[in-house]
């Protein structure tokens, strides 16, 4: 089955604390990108990737990281979290950017 | 930056009912995509539109993308609780390859 598949579903972490959202997808898809959904300001892209090794800021990257070694997986990396980072985040990926985009059904992080 | 508005933000209609989200963009896209996000789930794709002016039916659903490609419209006839689900709009632009989405119009039907 075509799938994007995200870890962990929920996570409940402190302010400070290193954390890493999996995100892997099994279609060969080139395209994979990261939002993150909050009330009244729909879904906001934080980065993507274009292939392996090839990853772009999208318009709220502050605070994240990103890597793509690999092509199936992009993970989403905090560093050091902040309340002002919790939020409901999606991993997304299509054959290549037009195309429409098959989401995972979503991590929700609270940052305390 | 790039912004995608959608109005209305929420939308409370009786089942039976018409309902329309419009969407605008504050640039030109390269094509206009509809998904929706049922309550606690993922968005799904609903359709693609590439051609200004395009006009595209799903059964009970109507999407319409603008002349200018700047905006869209999806419209509901005779809403039924199935329906109910945030509506987006979203988009790549001409040049580049970020994707914007719009912030959503929330429907809920009332039985």
């Known amino acids: 089955e075509a799938q994007v598949t995200q870890n962990p579903r929920y996570l409940i972490t402190v302010t400070g604390k290193k954390l890493t959202v999996t995100c892997s997808q099994n279609?060969?898809?080139?395209?994979m990108s990261w939002y993150r959904q909050d009330p009244g300001l729909g879904l906001r892209q934080i980065y993507y990737?274009?292939?392996?090794?090839?990853?772009d800021k999208g318009d709220v990257p502050e605070g994240y990281k990103v890597s793509r070694k690999e092509k199936r997986n992009f993970p989403l990396i905090l560093e050091s979290p902040s309340p002002n980072q919790t939020s409901l985040y999606f991993c997304?990926?299509?054959?290549?950017?037009?195309?429409?985009?098959?989401f995972g059904d979503g991590t929700r992080l609270s940052i305390l | 930056g790039q912004q995608v508005m959608q109005i209305p933000q929420y939308q409370h209609v009786q089942e039976g009912e018409d309902f329309t989200t419009y969407c605008n963009s504050s640039?030109?896209?390269?094509?206009i995509q509809w998904y929706k996000q049922r309550p606690g789930g993922h968005p799904v794709f609903l359709i693609q539109?590439?051609?200004?002016?395009e006009v595209k039916k799903q059964k009970r659903l109507t999407f319409q993308f603008g002349e200018a490609k700047k905006n869209s419209s999806l419209h509901i006839t005779a809403t039924q609780t199935t329906d109910v689900g945030t509506y987006f709009c979203?988009?790549?632009?001409?040049?580049?390859?970020?994707?914007?989405f719009g912030t959503g119009t929330s429907l809920t039907v009332i039985p």
């Open positions: 997304a990926s299509s054959l290549f950017p037009p195309l429409p985009q098959h």
């Open positions: 279609m060969n898809h080139e395209y």
């Open positions: 539109l590439v051609k200004s002016g």
């Open positions: 990737s274009m292939n392996v090794e090839v990853t």
């Open positions: 979203a988009g790549p632009p001409n040049t580049g390859n970020q994707f914007y």
């Open positions: 640039t030109t896209l390269s094509n």
